[in-house]
């Protein structure tokens, strides 16, 4: 397989050349360049068609996308261009689930676009109604393929243009669906225009930052370039863009590398269910944890496995989450394995209850952010409009967003996740 990027950082370090360009550190570490002579342009590499621009074309080919963007910015990036392709077109309100990633409100505030919310029955989940009467009134729909916990949407045509976060799922694109469930797609999969951003560094062997936006048959990507430059920083790494270089050779080469990982997981899940370990059904890179059902909390739990030697992904008051990956072995599994049946479990206890918070909006969010606000403790706050959005990460996702009154419901649910004080608007005129 072509790797391009990669055959020219080898050359150029090979060449052992004074080093009379950025980064500062001349060399230290020999892959990281700037946009040397012939290193392509990340955010123009349409029209020079360089090694960046050749190493994308392979990755569309490699997940079954008319074209493919790179992202060094992860799939907050991806998001970001694709709100703004959306706007470009005449989109001015898009239909997303309440838990989506604050890297669509954000770009939805930067762009003066509004959010029509749906509401999913289960906190955090992906499954979201998104029915003609759903999403009436909206342009667009923004939908989350993988949910922290491993829950996946409904895929059908909601016949209006459509953006996938699919940050969790890039690895989808390989999965063998008679074995491991058809109900694991990959946006490419779908047979209808989208557009889908991908973090590539959550489940596949790429550096922190490395992310797609793709572009199914049907889509219009001719400005994709020039909104990732808009958003996305002047000097991406070359390191993130050799990782995912290396990955279309390493995918073509070993085919089922992916596949390989997901059966040491199922046969990971299958051990946990017989030692009475409850599961709540995930996707196929993805251990998730009833810790209620253990007798303690997530946090609880990732605190035990911590002292055991594992570090989970991500814990809540119900959930522990043990996210593994395109090259995660039968060894990683079985010491997870281990460190699992080191802990005691005692009397379950009801999961706890996450308010299905409805917030009134007092000001639309792009304008509510920008105005004057004071921080205040929680209790306070009650009949203010909120001013700054309030998300732990992971998950990402927002409790309440600007312009949102807030009332009891939000302070109780914002006090069940730990939050202390929120910004309140000081003027509202």
């Known amino acids: 397989m072509n790797t391009p990027i990669c055959r020219f950082l080898d050359k150029y370090t090979s060449e052992n050349k004074l080093r009379l360009h950025m980064p500062g550190h001349k060399g230290e570490t020999p892959h990281d360049i700037t946009e040397i002579y012939g290193a392509d342009n990340l955010y123009e590499s349409d029209i020079t068609n360089g090694i ?36 470009s077109q005449g989109c001015k309100t898009i239909a997303a689930s309440r838990y989506s990633h604050r890297a669509l409100s954000y770009a939805a505030t930067l762009l003066h676009m ?33 949910d922290y916990y491993g829950g996946t949407w409904r895929f059908v045509n909601p016949k209006i243009p459509v953006i996938v976060d699919n940050a969790h799922g890039a690895y989808l694109r390989f999965v063998d669906k008679k074995k491991f469930g058809r109900e694991y797609l990959h946006p490419m999969e779908l047979g209808f225009p989208l557009m889908s951003a991908e973090s590539a560094h959550k489940t596949l ?34 390191l993130i863009l050799e990782s995912l ?44 944890i009833n810790a209620r059902e253990c007798g303690m909390s997530g946090y609880e739990l990732s605190s ?9 992904e991500m814990a809540d008051q119900n959930y522990v ?14 010491r997870a394995e281990m460190a699992i049946s080191f802990i005691s479990m005692t009397r379950p206890k009801p999961l706890v209850q996450y308010p299905h918070i409805k917030p009134k909006a007092a000001l639309p969010m792009w304008d509510a952010v920008w105005r004057p606000c004071r921080t205040v403790p929680l209790e306070q706050a009650k009949g203010g409009v909120c001013g700054a ?5 992971p998950p990402g996702v927002p409790i309440v967003f600007p312009g949102e009154v807030i009332d009891d419901d939000a302070i109780a649910a ?9 910004s309140v608007i000081t003027n509202k005129e």
């Open 389 to 393: 959005m309030k998300s732990h990460c």
């Open 205 to 238: 062997p790429v550096l922190t930052g490395g992310g797609y936006l793709h572009f199914a048959n049907g889509t219009d990507s001719s400005r994709a370039k020039e909104f990732m430059g808009m958003f996305g920083t002047a000097s991406p790494s070359y």
């Open 114 to 146: 509004n959010i029509k919310w749906l509401y999913p029955e289960e906190y955090l989940s992906a499954n979201v109604k998104y029915d003609a009467e759903a999403i009436r009134g909206a342009d667009a729909l923004f939908i989350t393929n993988v």
């Open 414 to 422: 914002m006090r069940l996740h730990g939050v202390k004080s929120v």
């Open 52 to 87: 960046i621009g050749t190493s994308e074309m392979f990755a569309a080919r490699i997940f079954g996308a008319a074209k493919t963007c790179y992202s060094c910015e992860g799939s907050t990036l991806a998001i970001q261009a694709a709100m703004a392709v959306l706007k």
């Open 321 to 334: 989450v043990l996210m593994f990956s395109a090259i995660s072995t039968y060894e990683d599994c079985e």
């Open 245 to 288: 270089d290396k990955f279309n050779g390493m995918i073509v080469g070993n085919p089922q590398i992916v596949n390989n990982a997901c059966e040491a997981v199922a046969n990971l899940k299958e051990k946990l269910t017989e030692m009475g370990v409850p599961l709540k059904k995930s996707d196929p890179l993805r251990v998730t």
């Open 304 to 312: 035990l496995l911590r002292g055991n030697g594992v570090e989970c």
